[in-house]
């Protein structure tokens, strides 16, 4: 056990708490709740710049910390599936998350094929999480009712825009390999 790992863990511990703060009846609770979203989104580079920095890249690490990222998002996203109540929420929020479990699946698949590199995380990739943590803090913090939610999904579409790229990118790389496989 080293830092990197205890800082994934702690993102995942943090999630039942996110959950719990989201969903108290205080003026504070979405606020608090995306500021909790916000450090477990620091934790999430932190962890890996560490771990690279001081050497101390794990198996279990290597694992755990997509999971965490993946478990995080899909949270935040579940619930403000169902604070908006409305498809123009819902609809980048299941592109999102469909994204991230076509791309999980294929990257074990092709990890399983020993071909794990084709499929690394890309600056597409990158900015895409970028914008996604973005638009999640705001949303997590104003009610659908404040002018600057919308700001927050306009993001998440930009988001989910590139998430789309960033699939169609993966997919054409891995496809030679998924194609002789048919």
């Known amino acids: 056990m080293n830092i990197p790992n205890i800082l994934t ?20 609770s979405m606020p608090v709740a995306a500021g909790l979203f916000g450090l477990a989104s620091i934790t999430d580079w932190l962890d890996g710049y560490l771990a690279r920095r001081w050497n101390q890249s794990t198996p279990f690490g290597a694992f755990l910390d997509p999971v ?17 109540d409305t498809l123009v929420l819902t609809l980048p929020a299941l592109v999102i998350i469909g994204r991230e479990i076509v791309i999980s699946a294929l990257r074990e698949w092709m990890a399983e094929m020993g071909k794990r590199g084709m499929v690394a995380v890309s600056w597409v990739g990158k900015l895409k999480t970028t914008l996604q943590m973005v638009s999640l803090l705001i949303l997590l913090a104003l009610p659908p009712t404040h002018e600057l939610a919308l700001l927050g999904v306009v993001v998440l579409y930009t988001a989910a825009i590139l998430t789309l790229w960033s699939m169609v990118q993966y997919l054409k790389a891995a496809w030679p390999h998924l194609s002789r496989s048919m």
Not at 9 to 28: C, E, G, K, N
Not at 68 to 84: C, G, N, P, Q
């Open 9 to 28: 863990l702690a993102r995942i511990a943090f999630i039942p708490l996110l959950v719990v703060l989201f969903y108290l009846p205080f003026s504070w």
């Open 68 to 84: 965490a990222d993946k478990l995080m998002v899909v949270v935040a996203l579940a619930l403000l599936i169902e604070l908006y």
